[in-house]
């Protein structure tokens, strides 16, 4: 099954139209982050997120780690999913669920080593989908993802076969190795940012060669 494309670090309603065009099925929309491209602000990420048609997901992606803090961004930026991208204060996923019902929730697992595919299996009882990156939230300014680096694909394999939800990978994705994360991983969706970007901005001869590398 070909599997789904979310684009990320989405800049403004130009972007979010070419990545669909192209056969996005998801964009995502950065808040703020300690580190890392793409942040946009919230008025912003509303703004965008209200021009994208039905069935695309909107992601936001939220470095807030209270159900409480997860929810007041929503209600600024209003996307139908919520990418949280460090860890949950407390599991709390049952509170932003009670909060907003119809919202699809996706878990970022920065994958380091042996403990993520633990990890994976027991946050994955909580939320819609997993999405596997390449960030260290341990590191005095944390790396929540845009890092454009790859991770242990095996580790990803083996997380796609045992968390019961479907994942996402993220991390280091581009035109040359698609393919081969596919045949490796065999995820449900590929995310990616720097690897259709040039300085910064969607490139969309990138963005073609990298459906392309989907589609071979």
């Known amino acids: 099954m070909r599997p789904r494309i979310k684009i990320c670090c989405i800049a403004n309603p130009q972007e979010a139209a070419d990545a669909i065009s192209f056969g996005a099925s998801a964009i995502g929309l950065v808040g703020e982050m300690p580190s890392g491209p793409g942040p946009i602000t919230d008025e912003e990420i509303y703004t965008i997120a209200r021009t994208v048609p039905p069935p695309i997901a909107t992601f936001l992606l ?18 139908n999913t919520i990418q949280i991208v460090d860890e949950l204060i407390g599991r709390e996923y049952s509170v932003i669920r009670d909060a907003l019902p119809h919202v699809k929730l996706v878990q970022v697992i ?77 995820p449900f969706g590929l995310d990616l940012c720097s690897g259709v970007r040039t300085a910064g901005k969607l490139d969309l001869r990138k963005l073609e060669a990298f459906f392309n590398g989907v589609n071979r």
């Open 62 to 79: 939220t470095s807030q780690q209270t159900a409480e803090g997860i929810v007041a961004h929503h209600h600024r930026t209003k996307t």
């Open 110 to 186: 920065h994958v380091t080593g042996e403990a993520s595919v633990d990890e994976a299996a027991e946050i994955a009882e909580h939320v819609d989908a997993i999405l596997l990156d390449s960030g260290n939230p341990s590191l005095s300014i944390k790396e929540l993802g845009g890092t454009g680096r790859r991770h242990d694909w095996g580790l990803s394999r083996r997380i796609v076969e045992t968390c019961g939800k479907p994942v996402f990978l993220a991390g280091g994705l581009n035109a040359e190795n698609v393919r081969e994360a596919i045949d490796t991983v065999q």
